[in-house]
Each structure stands twice: as C-alpha cells, then as structure tokens.
Nanobody
Framework: VQLQASGGGLVQAGDSLRLSCAVS????????VGWFRQAPGKEREFVAS????????NYANSVKGRFIISRDNIEKSVFLQMNSLKLEDTAIYYC?????????????????WGQGTLVTVSS
C-alpha cells in the first residue's frame, strides 16, 4: 500500500495551494481518506476527511470554510484545496486511509499513511 502526497510548497499568507495524494495497493473506494498535519513541536492533528460512502466531508474547525477535501475514486486520489492560507497552517500535511471508516478525527483510526508534504506559509 502506498499513499503519495504532493503539492506542498512555500506560499504567502492569503494564497491558495492544492495538495494531492495518490493511493495504490488497496481498494480505494472502500476507504475513508483524511488529511492530517503536524506543525513543528506539535502533535499531529486532524484537518479533514471524506468517507468511503457518503457525501459530507468532515473538517476541523480551524480550516472550515477555507479548505475543501475531495476524492476521485477512478483516479484513486484525494485532494485538499487550501484557500486563504494563514501562518498557522504551516505544517507537514499527511494523507491517510481508514477502511470503511466514519471520517474520524482520531489519527489512530487510520491504518495507512503517506510520507507527508511540507506547506510553509509566510507573511
């Protein structure tokens, strides 16, 4: 199983960025997918999730209204559109997969993880 995150980079506050995560080695449509992030010196935290079944994504309050998670079951990919980026969004972003999960914000629920992509927001 592989989850390959990409799309990170250095942007200015207020800019947008789109992260991608290509998934292979599992039946993608059976997996809830999520994005988490970890800032320096902090715990890994939930950002957003998209259930394997259903249409209502789940977002952390800190990103609600700014970030949009989406998935493409044909391309076996999950995306995170990040708008109106803030300094505090700076972190390594990880994609994760949870077999038929409920879109939990608990990182321990997710079985598979990508390697992370760094997002740096400058002023």
């Amino acid at each position: 199983v592989q989850l390959q995150a990409s799309g990170g980079g250095l942007v200015q506050a207020g800019d947008s960025l789109r992260l991608s995560c290509a998934v292979s080695g599992l039946t993608f449509s059976d997996y809830t997918v999520g994005w988490f992030r970890q800032a320096p010196g902090k715990e890994r935290e939930f950002v957003a999730s998209f259930r394997w079944r259903g249409v209502n994504p789940n977002y952390a309050n800190s990103v609600k209204g700014r970030f949009i998670i989406s998935r493409d079951n044909i391309e076996k990919s999950v995306f995170l559109q990040m708008n109106s980026l803030k300094l505090e969004d700076t972190a390594i972003y990880y994609c994760a997969a949870d077999w038929r999960g409920y879109g939990s914000d608990d990182k321990s629920e997710y079985e598979y993880w990508g390697q992370g992509t760094l997002v740096t927001v400058s002023s």
